[in-house]
């Protein structure tokens, strides 16, 4: 069975940093590309960053600059490190695979940027 288990999130005030993680089982991690997406309470789900299996990242318009997205392909593990955060990008966050697999979107993990 293969999971993903985001953690991590958070309230901080505007200028703040969080680092999220994403735990994956049950699938040959480094082989995968990953990406993160977040979705806001009145937003449609959009695609924040992505990671492929050999490093190379890519990032939205609106973070990039001020998120890193990173992999530990030994520990199965993705991370999204945060910075100067803003109160746009309040969000509940996620992690999956590129493609996105529907039926892989687990919880999530909620991110509040305000003071």
């Known amino acids: 069975q293969v999971l993903l288990v985001e953690s991590g999130g958070g309230s901080v005030q505007p200028g703040g940093s969080l680092t999220l993680s994403c735990a994956v089982s049950?699938?040959?991690?480094?082989?995968?590309?990953m990406a993160w997406f977040r979705q806001g309470a009145w937003n449609q789900r959009e695609w924040v960053a992505t990671?492929?299996?050999?490093?190379?990242?890519n990032y939205g318009d609106s973070v990039k600059g001020r998120f890193t997205i990173s992999r530990d392909n030994a520990k199965n593990m993705l991370y999204l490190q945060m910075n100067s955060l803003k109160p746009e990008d309040t969000a509940v966050y996620y992690c999956?695979?590129?493609?996105?697999?529907?039926?892989?979107w687990g919880q999530g993990t909620q991110v509040t940027v305000s003071s």
């Open positions: 999956n695979f590129i493609p996105v697999g529907g039926q892989y």
């Open positions: 990671i492929a299996r050999g490093g190379g990242t």
């Open positions: 049950g699938s040959i991690f480094s082989d995968k590309t």
